[in-house]
């Protein structure tokens, strides 16, 4: 079955680069997602990438994608006192032609150092 | 824009009563999904709608837990009785379409505790 796997926790010093990494099993994923989530709130998007590109900027973040080894890795540049949250890794599988739901991993915990 | 709303945003209640949480998606996403979030399972898809008919609901833990989409604006998803283990915090989101270029956006969640 489709299994997502993140490192539970990070921790990093205000003004350095966060670097969160995630596998991913499903082969057929085309789509990949990365999902922010503070306290007590819902699931705000940040980007998401293609399966057929190898990397995707916007801004603070960066996105890279090993297809060969299903590895997916986000980049925050300059880390801030605001990032502070859970970040969520997601693919979203296919089958039959339709969309299915997405399939999370459980989440790392960004801590930042002041 | 208004996003994805849900009620209420904390409920409380005894194990064995009827529980009724409310969704509201983004106006003009065909697509709904139904999440929970425990600490030991993570974030689990329950069920999802295209234009209010149920396509998938094999992650509904049980006959417990029923879904409706009455129309193109609001969604319900019901736990009769409530369990202790039901206690989690439910997600409600939306997509424009089936495409992955067309991500899910979430609401704000509704916390649920079964005393």
């Known amino acids: 079955g489709e299994d997502v796997e993140q490192s539970l926790f990070l921790s990093v010093r205000e003004g350095d680069s966060s670097v969160i990494n995630c596998t991913y099993t499903d082969s057929s994923s085309t789509y990949l997602y990365w999902y922010k989530q503070e306290p007590g709130a819902g699931l705000q998007l940040l980007t998401y990438?293609?399966?057929?590109?190898d990397m995707k900027q916007d801004q603070r973040l960066t996105v890279l994608l090993n297809k060969k080894d299903k590895h997916l890795s986000l980049r925050i540049a300059d880390t801030q006192t605001g990032d502070s949250a859970i970040y969520f890794c997601?693919?979203?599988?296919?089958?039959?032609?339709?969309?299915?739901?997405?399939?999370f991993g459980k989440g790392t915990h960004l801590i930042i150092q002041p | 824009d208004a996003g994805v709303i849900q009620s209420p945003r904390h409920e409380v209640t005894e194990m064995g009563q009827e529980v009724t949480l409310r969704c509201k998606p983004i106006s003009g996403h065909d697509y709904l999904f139904w999440y929970r979030q425990t600490m030991m399972r993570g974030l689990e898809l329950l069920i999802y709608?295209?234009?209010?008919?149920?396509?998938?609901d094999s992650g509904m833990p049980e006959d417990r837990f029923s879904a409706k989409m009455p129309n193109a604006s609001f969604s319900t998803l019901k736990i009769q009785p409530s369990e202790p283990r039901d206690s989690a915090v439910y997600f409600c989101a939306s997509s424009p379409g089936p495409s992955g270029n067309q991500p899910q956006h979430f609401g704000d969640g509704t916390r649920l505790s079964i005393l």
């Open positions: 997601a693919e979203r599988g296919y089958s039959g032609g339709g969309a299915d739901g997405l399939t």
């Open positions: 709608f295209n234009n209010n008919v149920p396509i998938d």
């Open positions: 990438i293609f399966s057929n590109m």
